[in-house]
C-alpha cells in the first residue's frame, strides 16, 4: 500500500512539474481511444442495420419458385414445366423434418378502388403463419388473416401501410370497403410501417393480402405462385434445401441435382455473407482504430524512458537504501498505467457521447447508428492491455536493471 502510495505521489508530481508534456501524452490516448471505438461502434451499428433491413423479408426463409427442367430424367426430356400445388407444402411439412413452418403462396396483379382512388397492386393469397414467416406485422387496431378467414373463405383484405396511404389517405382504413376488380372486400388490418430492402414480388407496403382459400376460389387457381419455407436450424440451410428438391423430384420426376427445375432463393445466404463479411470488416476497423491507439503508446513510451532518465540518481538513491528491481519496476509501470488509464477514459466517454450525438443524424435507414456494445468494449480494453503492457515493461525495466553506481554518479 507504501509502495502504491509513493507511486501515485511522484505520478502526481510528474503531471503538475510537466504539464504540457503530460497533457499531450494523455491525449495521445485519449485519440487512439476514441478512434477504436468509434471505428468499432459505426461497425456493429452498419451490421445491425443492414442485418435489420434484409429481414424485412423475413427471418432466414427460403422462396420456392416453380420452373422447368434442363436434365433428362427418367425417360422424360428437357423443358418440362414443373407447377406446385397446396399440397406439395403440405406434403414437405411432413416429409422434410428439418423445416420449422412452411406457406403456400398465391399472388397476381390486382385493380384496387376505394371512391376515385384506384391503384394496381398485386395481391397474395395466404395462410396466418405467413404473417410471422415475412415479418408482416398488423398495426394496432388491426389483425392478419386467421383460421376462420381461411373456412369461411372470407372477403377481407390487409393492406400493406402505402396502400393504405394511397387509397385512404390520413383516415381510418379498418372495417372499410375496398373494391378489389368489382368484388367488395373488408379491410382487417394494415401493415406496420418495416425497413424492407428485397423483396420477390413487390415490397410488402405496396400489396395487398387476402385467405388463400379465397383467392383461390375467386380466380380459380389450382397453382401456387410461390412456396416459402423456414429451416429449424439456418446452419442446415443447404440441407434442408437439398432434402426438399429430393421429396420433390420422387413426385415430379425430376433431378434433384436440376437447380431450374423448382428455382429455391434462400435468404439465409445474406445473413451468412453479412457474418463473415462484418467479421472482417470489424478486424479491419479495429486495426486502424489499435493503429492510432498504438501511436499513443509509443509516445506514453517515449515520455518515460524520459522520465527514467531524469530520474537516474533518484533510482539510485532508492535502490542504494534497499528498494529492490521489483519495486521500481513496479513504480514506473504503474505511472504508465495511470497514464493510460486516465487518457483511456477520457476517451471513452468522449467516444459515448459521439454515438450518443450520432443517434439524432439521420443516417440510420442508409448506415445505422453506432452501438458500442460489449464486443466494442471488450476489443477496446484487449487493445488498451496491449498497448499499455507494451508502453510501460520497457521503460519500467530499463529502469530496474540501471546499475546503482552509475546511477548515483549522474
Known sequence: MNGFRSALGEFLLDLRAQKLRTALTIFGIVWGTVAIVVLLAFGMGFKKQLSINMHGIGESIAIMFPGSTTRAHEGFGIGRPIRLVE?????????VRTLRSVCPEYSGEVQLKVGENIINTSAGGVYPIYSDMRNILPANGGRFVNAMDLRDRRRVLFLGNETKRLLFGDGEAIGKVVAVGTVPFTVIGVMQKKIQNSSYNRRDQDRVYMPATTYASLYGETHVRNIIFTPQDPRSAEATITRVREVL????????????????????????????????????????????????GIGVANIMFIVVQERIKEIGIRRAVGARRSHIMAQFFLETLAIIALGSSLGFVIALGITEALQYVPIKDFVGTPVVSWEVALATALVLGAVALSAGLFPARRAANLNIVESLRA
Open 249 to 296: 423430384g420422387k413426385k415430379y420426376r425430376f433431378d434433384p441435382a436440376d437447380l431450374d427445375a423448382v428455382f429455391i432463393w434462400d435468404t439465409g445466404q445474406f445473413d451468412r455473407f453479412i457474418f463473415y463479411f462484418f467479421l472482417a470488416f470489424n478486424i479491419f476497423m479495429g486495426v486502424i482504430g489499435g493503429f492510432t491507439l498504438g501511436v499513443g
Open 87 to 95: 399440397e406439395d407444402a403440405w406434403m414437405l411439412a411432413r416429409e
